[in-house]
């Protein structure tokens, strides 16, 4: 069982959830260890991977239940969480309190200006994050300030789409 975990922590979020279970039962239950979840990597295409779990499993999924869902499945063992752009503000504070241990975190594409206020907030629960990756940043002062403060391991800070002030850099007063 130990091999098939190590082996599965390797493999993505959508065969994880939809290819792998489905081989025999001791890839099902190998696939229940929350070790298998530690790298929460929504796929940036979510609305197809989401069509995906609707027709695998004949359910609607809602948004918000589903990414509590993976999120549980990782027992708040998760390092590694890359959230769809279309998060809400419910799974992005539940993100934030049941990653404890995230080392890396992301989002696909751009989230709404109110949600991006959570971010500033979130990080202050994840005193191991290293690496932070967002498309385009709000709140770049309070995004610095909450790192300076909680993340002592921090190196490396990621926003392709967004002009950085000198007045950004400067987190002090």
């Known amino acids: 069982m130990d091999c098939l975990v190590k082996v599965f922590q390797k493999v993505g979020m959508e065969e ?3 290819d792998v279970p489905f ?7 190998a696939t229940l260890n929350p070790k298998c979840w530690q790298n929460l990597i929504f796929p940036e295409n979510f609305f197809a991977f989401t069509d995906r779990v ?18 549980n499945r990782s027992s708040r063992c998760a390092t590694t969480l890359v959230l769809p752009h279309c998060s809400t503000e419910e799974a992005l504070g539940y ?12 989002l696909h594409g751009h989230i709404s200006h109110k949600n991006a206020r959570l971010i ?16 385009r940043a709000h709140y770049v002062r309070e995004i610095l300030q909450q790192i300076g403060v909680h993340c002592n391991n921090f190196y490396q800070l ?4 967004s002009y950085i002030s000198d007045r950004h ?3 002090k007063d």
């Open 95 to 106: 993100a934030a309190k049941n990653c404890p241990a995230l080392k890396d975190f992301g």
């Open 16 to 18: 994880l959830l939809l």
């Open 23 to 29: 081989v025999c039962k001791s890839w099902y239950e």
């Open 120 to 135: 500033p907030k979130m990080i202050r629960n994840w005193k191991n994050l290293e690496v932070l990756r967002l498309r």
């Open 169 to 171: 850099l400067s987190v």
């Open 54 to 71: 609707r027709k695998e499993y004949q359910k609607e999924v809602q948004i918000t239940s589903f990414i509590k869902s993976m999120v």
């Open 158 to 161: 990621m926003l392709p789409q």
